[in-house]
Each structure stands twice: as structure tokens, then as C-alpha cells.
């Protein structure tokens, strides 16, 4: 079913106030057999995240929180307290009641609700993170907070508030441990190991050990293999401001169109094994024991060689988006879904699965809530 | 001896100039690259505010080419940016990031470069601020 845009205007005039994305739906309705689109006229939707019956919207246009049972929803922007609307990654404390949102260029924001209205504050350099543009926030067994920001990582073990317990990690600091200081993926594995993907690669931290792996160890399909599906990306998602990088690079043939360096997206599978999805060196997945990596591209079924989500749904399949749709991988075999059909653009930046089984995929423009059964 | 000293004196009396521009040299090259590593990313390569993050943030960066703003980028102002930020908007404080000299530095940079001030000697980094 597809439904109404509603209007970006009254989503800036009502920004405090739920409203209905359904004006005609009051009440919760049957699971629809086709997907649902929900165009709310952003950019693109860069994070999904559920909660319950909440569905958290990281976009370029604000936070958005939906009420999926009732369709009701609660825009966030600069009248909220954020500095930037862009958000990159929704994350929820382990409190229960606290998300923290990474910023593009607005820092580090906690969001607390109170009686249905958010209490924000903002964390910045002055409280010691590396960076304003923060990319993926993770929690640890212990509690520490740990950050990916655009000049190294941070962790925060205690008091937020205490610059003492901000810890920053860079290039410099770690003696080339970290990759590199552009952070967009954090990952916290069982052991309580923090993997980071870089523009330059993969970083582990084990206690006070680094480890990484580049191009060179196998990370991300050769220049050879992709030749062909190489094309100009660069100013659909890319900016100038990645050029730096491109010097620091190891693999190959690396350009603006093509490094399978660069971690866009990053997944720690149900074994516990590392999936890593690349800028058009397809999806590698890391033997966390050997060390090894096996690449798919689309000689293997998928839809394009630049991966920008991974998500696990419950039966451990692999759900992939792609800058041209979505395919999923059951470890034997890549599907396409929807490639087209359903979605609301090709880009699918992000993905995630709700309690009542809805699978729902962000990209350009808005979210599209697909039944899983018509997944199949 | 007689012919040697007004010579001499042409050479004394540019010395100090000399010394100056190495000075501001020196200043303009770290300022730079302080520029690039902590500003650039919001205010642009060029200054002129034009950057990827400047449709997503609350306040849009400065421009620091538009001749009409020169007046309010006094140095001790600009200073004051740097150090403890603009509450409220995307410009962060860098008070424990950046050096006195680091922070004239690039204020040398953004007003010679960016802003097409002229100046002969590097901005001090001697201010009440610090005090």
C-alpha cells in the first residue's frame, strides 16, 4: 500500500507533536501482504533502528521516532536541541531509557525522553570527542561507550561528563594501530574485542593490542574482478572531501569510484565472524580465526559492488544493501529482493527488523515496512 | 670604513623586516594546516563556507571571504571562537585541542589567505584571553 507523502512543511510547523502518518488510520490495521511506503521527502534515511514498537529514523533531515503500531510520529530536528539534522547513527544505552545520536558535524547528542518530549544535550570537543562528525556508537559489557568519529575513536568509561574519562585512540596515538582516524563502523564482539572499519581498512583492539588488515590482506574484491561494474559514484554519495584519502591508500587501482579500503558498512555475524561491506570491492567476509577473507561481488548475484547496510535478520540471514537494491545471503546462496519494486530509490542505506516481523529498509526519499513473509 | 657604514646601515634597516616575513611565513604554513585539519571540513577549503556539512547544520559556518563580515572577524574575536566555541551552534570549542600558538596561527592563515587582510607579522598569540 502505498501512502500519502506527508508534507515536510507541516513536519517543520507540527515537529513537537505526533501526528499521524495515516491521515485516514486510526487504528492498527492486518499485516498488509505488500510493502509499505512511508516517503517523508528526506534525503535518505541513513540508520534504522527498532525498539519495541518504536522505529528509530536517523536521516538528513532530522530523527524521526514512529509509533509502527499506530503510524504516529515524532520528528526531532534543531528545535529539539541538535545541531545537526543529518544523523548517522542511533544508538540505544544500556539504561534503557537514553539514545544517543551520532551527528554529522553536530557532535555527539543524548536524547532522553521525558514525558513524551525529548531532553537533549549535546557532547562536542570541549568534552573531549575527537571529532563533531560522529559515524556508529557502540556499548560494551562494561558500560563504556565507544565512538567513531572522523578523527580516530573515543571511549568513555564512567562519568560522560568528565573529560578525564574520555579516552581518544588515533593513528598517531595508537602508533598506526588504527588504521586511520576516519571511523565509520565500531563492532563489540563477545570477547569484548573492538573492531573498527576505516577508509584504510579493518582495526581490532584486544586489550591494549592493535591488529589490522587492508586490501593487501584480502579485504574487498580486486580492482580486476570489479573492473566492470566500476562506475562513477562519486557524485551521487562521494565529495572532494574523501580525496585526501585516496593517497593513503594501498589497494590497487584505488579511486573516488573505487577502494575496497573503505568500510562503509560493518556487521559481526551470528558466528561471530566479521562481514564488512566495501566501496566497489563487494562484501568480504573476515575469518575471525584463520585471518583470512572471501570476497562476493556481483559475479556472485549481487546487486552492485558497493555495500552501504548489513543487517542479520533472527535465522541468521545476511540482508544486504546496495547502491543498486537489496539481496540477502543465507551462506550458500545470493538472492536480489525488490531490487526496484517496493522500494522507494535503488540506494539502500539501511535496514532493520521489528517485533511484529516487519523488515524495514531506509534509502532515499523515506522507509519501506515489508512483511517478511513477502520477502520470500 | 667611511664607505662600509652606510651600507651597513641599509642592511640593519632591513633586517627587521626580513625577520618578520619569515615569521608570518612560518605562521601562514602552520596556520594552513591547522586550517585544513580543524576547520576546512565545515568552513571549506576556500573559506567561503561552502561545504558538505553546511546544509545540515543549525547555523551555517561563517564565510570568512564576504567582505562585508571583515569588521566582525576581529582577531581577538576570532580567538574567542576557537577557544570556547559558539554555544549553540556547530562550532566547537578547541581550548584543549589547539595552542595558543596554534590558535594565532591559523588565525594568521584565515585572515591573510581567506580574507585577504594584509599583514606583515603573524598574529600574536600573546592575548588577555590566556590571562
Known amino acids: ?376 | 670604513m667611511n664607505k662600509i657604514t652606510p651600507l651597513l646601515f641599509v642592511t640593519l634597516l632591513l633586517i627587521p623586516p626580513m625577520v618578520a616575513s619569515a615569521d608570518l611565513q612560518e605562521s601562514l604554513q602552520n596556520g594552513k594546516k591547522i586550517y585544513h585539519d580543524y576547520c576546512s571540513v565545515c568552513h571549506g577549503d576556500k573559506g567561503d563556507g561552502q561545504s558538505f556539512v553546511r546544509n545540515v547544520i543549525k547555523i551555517p559556518p561563517l564565510d570568512f571571504t564576504d567582505k562585508k563580515l571583515v569588521d566582525q572577524f576581529s582577531v581577538e574575536r576570532m580567538r574567542w571562537a576557537i577557544l570556547l566555541g559558539k554555544p549553540g551552534t556547530a562550532m566547537p570549542s578547541w581550548r584543549f585541542d589547539l595552542t595558543a600558538l596554534q590558535i594565532s596561527d591559523v588565525i594568521t592563515y584565515i585572515q591573510k589567505e581567506l580574507m585577504g587582510l594584509e599583514l606583515e607579522e603573524p598574529v600574536s598569540p600573546e592575548a588577555a584571553i590566556y590571562k
Open chain 1, 1 to 376: 500500500m502505498w501512502v500519502d507523502r506527508f508534507n515536510p512543511f507541516l513536519l517543520l510547523i507540527t515537529c513537537l507533536l505526533s501526528f499521524n502518518l495515516f491521515a485516514a488510520t486510526t487504528e492498527p490495521q492486518p499485516q498488509p501482504a505488500a510493502p509499505e511506503v512511508f516517503d517523508i521527502g528526506v534525503d535518505h534515511v541513513k540508520v534504522l533502528e527498532s525498539a519495541g514498537s518504536k522505529l528509530y529514523l536517523g536521516t538528513s533531515d532530522g530523527f524521526y521516532i514512529l509509533d509502527i503500531l499506530t503510524n504516529d510520529a515524532l520528528l526531532l530536528d534543531y528545535d529539539n536541541g541538535l545541531i545537526s539534522k543529518s544523523i548517522h547513527s542511533v544508538t540505544q544505552d544500556p539504561d534503557g531509557k537514553t539514545l544517543w545520536l551520532g551527528t554529522y558535524g553536530g557532535g555527539l547528542a543524548k536524547l532522553v525522553m521525558q514525558g513524551g518530549m525529548p531532553k537533549t544535550e549535546i557532547y562536542n570537543v570541549r568534552h573531549g570527542l575527537n571529532d563533531s562528525f560522529v559515524y556508529d556508537v557502540e556499548f560494551d559489557k562494561a558500560g563504556n561507550m565507544w565512538i567513531g568519529t572522523w578523527s580516530g575513536a573515543n571511549m568513555v568509561s564512567g562519568d560522560i561528563n568528565k573529560r578525564a574519562n574520555w579516552t581518544k585512540y588515533t593513528v598517531e596515538n595508537t602508533n598506526k594501530g588504527l588504521s586511520d582516524d576516519w571511523v565509520y563502523a565500531v563492532e563489540i564482539d563477545s570477547k569484548q574485542r573492538i573492531w573498527f572499519g576505516t577508509e584504510v581498512g579493518v582495526s581490532l583492539l584486544e586489550g591494549e593490542k592493535w591488529k589490522k588488515w587492508d586490501h593487501n590482506d584480502g579485504l574487498g574484491a580486486g580492482i580486476d574482478i570489479v573492473r566492470k561494474d566500476v562506475h562513477d559514484v562519486k557524485t551521487a554519495l562521494r565529495g572532494d572531501h574523501h580525496e585526501t584519502q585516496i593517497s593513503a591508500q594501498t589497494a590497487p587501482g584505488a579511486n573516488y569510484n573505487y577502494n575496497p579500503n573503505y568500510v562503509v558498512s560493518m556487521e559481526l555475524g551470528p558466528k561471530e565472524n566479521l562481514w564488512v561491506g566495501t566501496w566497489g570491492g563487494g562484501l568480504s567476509l573476515f575469518d575471525v580465526k584463520s585471518e583470512t577473507f572471501t570476497n562476493y561481488t556481483t559475479r556472485d548475484g549481487l546487486p552492485s559492488n558497493f555495500v552501504l547496510a548489513l543487517q542479520f535478520d533472527k535465522e541468521g540471514v545476511l540482508w544486504i544493501g546496495t547502491i543498486k537494491g537489496l539481496a540477502s545471503f543465507d551462506g550458500k546462496t545470493i538472492k536480489q529482493h525488490y531490487q526496484y519494486a517496493g522500494l522507494l530509490s535503488r540506494f539502500v542505506y539501511s535496514m532493520t527488523f521489528s517485533d511484529d516481523g516487519s523488515f524495514w529498509v531506509g534509502g532515499r526519499k523515506g522507509v519501506t515496512r515489508i512483511p517478511t513473509a513477502a520477502n520470500e
